[in-house]
Antibody
Framework: QVQLVQSGADVKEPGASVKVSCKAS????????VIWVRQAPGQGLEWMGI????????TYAQRFQGRVTVTRDTSTSTVYLDLSSLTSEDTAMYYC????????????????WGQGTLVTVSS | EIVLTQSPGTLSLSPGERATLSCRAS???????LAWYQQKPGQAPRLLIY???SRASGIADRFIGSGSGTDFTLTISRLEPEDFAVYYC????????FGQGTNLEI
């Protein structure tokens, strides 16, 4: 079955960077985009970046441009999220999810999710 | 950016009742580009509906998605105890945005 397994919780100081991993299994990794979505405590969902594992093209949400980097390692079927210049407002649960295709072939909706990685930013 | 507004913010119902959740878009979305998710405390979201009305794999038929243009609805025909959760709509016609959520409580 499709599984996305994320790295464990992390605590960072303000100004630091964090790297979160997401290992995919149970499907052909190169065939589906993977997206990163975050959720601040008690808040809604916000997308950050999406990667095409085949070819590596990446699109970032405008509000995170310059601060977020998404990469992938096809040899291990793993996608990574790097977020820099952390502030307390980056304290959130970070999810990766597999994007499935809409009728026009666009990776639109998210049919499998990782368990989430809690990142806490605190001095 | 397309803004999705969900209503009500909180919906209080009992098992066995019918739930109607609304999602309104700031501009027209083709009916093919809207999804609904369920999220329980401490869990990741789970896909319920895509393409406005198609149920995801393994989703019970009491979950019904409908709508087009700017107005979409998720109906849960007869609430089960496990249905009490937060529900989010999401559009994918232009990048990605989520609604702020509806908390369905007992």
């Amino acid at each position: 079955q499709v599984q996305l397994v994320q790295s464990g919780a992390d605590v960072k100081e303000p100004g630091a960077s964090v790297k979160v991993s997401c290992k995919a299994s149970g499907y052909t990794f190169s065939r589906y985009y993977v997206i990163w979505v975050r959720q601040a405590p008690g808040q809604g969902l916000e997308w950050m970046g999406i990667v095409n594992p085949s070819g590596g093209s990446i699109t970032y949400a405008q509000r995170f441009q310059g601060r977020v980097t998404v990469t992938r390692d096809t040899s291990t079927s793993t996608v990574y999220l790097d977020l820099s210049s952390l502030t307390s407002e980056d304290t959130a649960m970070y999810y990766c999810a597999r994007a499935n295709y809409d009728i026009s072939g666009y990776p639109g909706y998210f049919d499998s999710w990782g368990q989430g990685t809690l990142v806490t930013v605190s001095s | 950016e397309i803004v999705l507004t969900q209503s009500p913010g909180t919906l209080s119902l009992s098992p066995g009742e019918r739930a109607t959740l609304s999602c309104r878009a700031s501009q027209s979305i083709s009916s093919s580009y809207l999804a609904w998710y369920q999220q329980k405390p401490g869990q990741a979201p789970r896909l319920l509906i895509y393409g406005a009305s198609s149920r995801a794999s393994g989703i019970a038929d009491r979950f019904i998605g409908s709508g087009s243009g700017t107005d979409f609805t998720l109906t849960i025909s007869r609430l089960e105890p496990e249905d009490f959760a937060v529900y989010y709509c999401q559009q994918y016609v232009s990048s990605y945005t989520f609604g702020q959520g509806t908390n369905l409580e007992i």
